[in-house]
């Protein structure tokens, strides 16, 4: 059993999950990362083009770069990481370990814990209710932009009217066609500035609408559009379908609580600035913590891992040094390092 008990296990492989691991790591922690995804890198994926200029000293750069390198620090001593694996309980053995048990039935075992699993805790988008939508996923039908340039010189329908469909249709505007927006209410929810930002960009907007079928057969060729408020019907053509219909929350880990977690409408943990939650052994970070002061951005997920490393190390040793060494003289650098210094001359 003691071999299969680590040090610290960070549920969650976003951004703050992903420098816990490596903050762990650096103090020496034997880690395990647990995601609900196939992929790390959480939230973040949902709009990988979009420019991040929030994160103090670096240059602006796409989301999808910053998964790239968030995950490469995340594996820098070798956390071991399971994907496709929803947990859906925690529960304290005793005084020594945790039992993290998952939908699958599996049970992993962990000293201590760092939830880091985002605002909501895991989330998938809600799909096109259309019979046949599935066929074009991926290819002509979309739930997020994971390439503008793929949209280039097409004619695109986007069916939704909160923030994120707005945001979407007027990044899309320099290169599309053609930019056709429908929402099933009365006014888009976006905030006004974007919404007259898209009319100024020329995107044709259309309420009371919604799409009732998709027609196609390799690739989408029409669109069946339903006017609600005068029942016409029409089939119209587009090369794409962009849908953005909001997003189910799946949070099985809070629905049982059986560990007694102080939450905040189900899904938000109550805690310390620190990360300190009202459980011996349990810290938080990122999106899913709650405290006054809280800064919700990704560069305050960053603080908010290293204290909670440094609260789990305290809890692990309590005579083990509050903060770990600064990295500009951390010896557990030194042959990353030369690596990259000889690398460089080589170059």
Request: glycine share 10%; hydrophobic share 35%; with cysteine.
């Amino acid at each position: 059993m003691s071999d299969n008990i680590y040090d610290v296990t960070v549920i969650g492989g976003g951004p703050a999950g992903l420098f816990s691991a490596f903050y762990a790591g650096l103090r020496e922690m034997k880690t395990k990362i647990i995601d609900g995804q196939d992929q790390l890198g959480g939230k973040v994926h949902l709009y990988p083009q979009k420019m991040i200029w929030d994160i103090g000293g670096t240059e602006p750069l796409a989301a999808g770069d910053l998964i790239k390198k968030s995950i490469s620090q995340g594996l820098t001593f070798d956390p071991d990481v399971v994907l496709n694996t929803t947990i859906t309980n925690i529960r304290k053995e005793d005084s020594n370990y945790f039992t993290i048990e998952t939908s699958e039935g599996e049970k992993h075992f962990s000293k201590a814990v760092i939830i880091t699993i985002g605002g909501g805790g895991m989330i998938s988008p809600v799909k096109l209710d259309v019979e046949g939508a599935e066929r074009f996923e991926g290819k002509t039908l979309h739930y997020a932009v994971p390439d503008i340039m793929s949209f280039k010189d097409k004619k695109i329908l986007i069916t939704g009217g909160s923030y994120s469909a707005v945001d979407w249709a007027n990044d899309l505007t320099p290169i599309a066609r053609e930019i056709h927006i429908i929402y099933r209410g009365d006014d888009l929810t976006a905030h006004e500035a974007e919404v007259s930002r898209l009319k100024k960009n020329g995107v044709k907007i259309r309420t009371q609408s919604v799409v009732t079928g998709v027609i196609g057969e390799d690739n989408l060729e029409f669109v069946e559009i339903e006017n609600k408020e005068t029942g016409e019907v029409t089939n119209e053509a587009y090369d794409a379908i962009i849908v953005n219909h909001g997003y189910n929350q799946n949070n099985l880990l809070f629905r049982e609580n059986h560990l007694g977690l102080n939450l905040e409408n189900d899904f938000y943990i109550q805690a310390s600035p620190t990360g300190i939650t009202n459980v011996p052994g349990i810290y938080a970070a990122g999106d899913c913590i709650r405290y006054e002061g809280k800064v919700n951005l990704i560069a305050g997920a960053y603080s908010d891992a290293v204290n909670a490393v440094n609260n789990a190390k305290m809890y692990l040793d309590p005579k083990a040094n509050k903060y770990a060494m600064v990295s500009s003289h951390n010896e557990r650098f030194d042959e990353k390092n030369m690596e990259i210094m000889y690398k460089e001359e080589d170059a």
